[in-house]
């Protein structure tokens, strides 16, 4: 898809992401402070949102900007809603894989890694349960 034609989707993406919420476009409105109208242009690709608008339908919808555009609905975690300790179990994981270069971790890190991820589990399942 070439760059000049990925607006013409976007209108459908946030259609979909709205009724998948069960709202109106009154109700996406309203949670945006945009007028039923301009939800309409956006929806019908007459009118794009505004950077900032995008960024605040993402946060509306619990989305990525990404799912915005392309419509993708890959996992991703958004960061904010991640605690102190997420948060650095997550740079650690960035920084052990995300190199471009293949680095061989020792036992030991494996282990304090494994053990991390273990316990992120733990936490996330009580969450759920709780």
Known sequence: MKDTERHHYIGEHICALRESKGWTQQTLGKKLGKKTSTISAYETNAKLPSADCLIEMAEVFGVSIDTLVYG??????????????????????????????????????????????????????????A
């Not at 904010?80 to 680095?103: C, D, H, M, W, Y």
Request: no cysteine.
């Open 72 to 129: 993708e609905t890959a996992d991703l975690v958004s960061v904010r809603t991640l605690n102190p300790t997420q948060k650095a179990l997550v740079a650690e994981i960035l920084q052990v894989f995300g190199s471009n270069s293949p680095q061989k971790l020792a036992s030991e890190q494996r282990l304090r890694l494994g053990g991390n991820l273990v316990n992120l589990l733990i936490d996330s399942i009580y969450l759920i349960i």
